[in-house]
């Protein structure tokens, strides 16, 4: 299973993408927690990118995408699928994914969209913030990225819909509720039982398919 999981700062993605890894078997690819180790760390690339991770700014594209590159290989290698948490995060890094992806015959069975409107999302980023002191968790910064995402991560979404393969999944409740709500999804009865890997990477310049064509019995 390959999945590419999108959703608005504060959504519980980075909960929501490691249980669906664990759940499938796959390699949780969290740009956010990479980018994060190499600040810690206090490599160049995390010297690189402190700034802007700090000012809520999304980093050069380059970085993510040869950090993500990198991992993708390594699902590869490992023979198994992956869950991409927070990227693409533009509709460029939408497009450079595919392409690498494809190069590797690791294009994306699904892109998760997990809904949760703006007040909740701050509501929840606040709450974090208390819990891991993220330097980018407080109030200005957060609706920073809430913008930010509205504008340019947003439009990644309907880009996935136009794909034919967009699974939309409200995101509010508890997180056992959703995870509950998004596997329940995942693993939709209606569709085929049968994993077909030529139909399912097929490109996405082909006619979108009306309903996902999804993983049950796929174990990458
Ligand atoms: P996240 O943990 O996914 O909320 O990401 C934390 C921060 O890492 C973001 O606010 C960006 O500064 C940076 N980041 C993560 N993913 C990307 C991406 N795909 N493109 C650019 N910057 C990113």
């Known amino acids: 299973m390959r999945l590419v999981l999108i959703a608005p700062p ?4 980075g909960t929501q993408a490691a249980r669906i890894a664990a759940h499938f078997g796959v390699l949780h690819i969290a740009t956010g927690n990479l980018l994060r180790s190499h600040v810690q760390r206090g490599t160049p690339l995390g010297r690189a990118v402190r700034a802007s ?14 950090i993500v590159s990198e991992a993708m290989a390594g699902a590869k290698a490992a023979g198994v699928g992956y869950v991409l948490d927070g990227y693409p995060r533009t509709r460029a890094q939408a497009r450079a994914v595919h392409r690498t992806a494809a190069r590797i015959g690791m294009t994306a069975h699904a892109a998760l969209h997990l809904r949760v409107d703006d007040e909740e999302a701050v509501r929840r980023m606040l709450a974090r913030a208390a819990d891991e002191h993220r330097p980018d968790d407080t109030e200005p910064v957060i609706r920073r990225r809430l913008k930010l995402y509205h504008e340019v991560t947003r439009p990644v979404v309907d880009g996935y819909a136009a794909r034919g393969i967009l699974v939309s999944v409200d995101g509010t409740g508890t997180a056992d509720q959703v995870t509950a709500r998004v596997l329940e999804r995942l693993e ?24 996902p064509v999804l993983m049950t019995g796929c174990s990458t």
């Open 188 to 211: 939709e009865p209606a569709w085929p039982a049968i994993c077909i890997p030529a139909l399912l990477s097929r490109p996405a310049t082909l006619e979108p398919r009306a309903t």
């Open 53 to 66: 991770m700090d000012a809520g700014a999304l980093v050069p594209d380059r970085i993510v995408r040869d």
């Open 10 to 13: 504060g959504a519980g993605k």
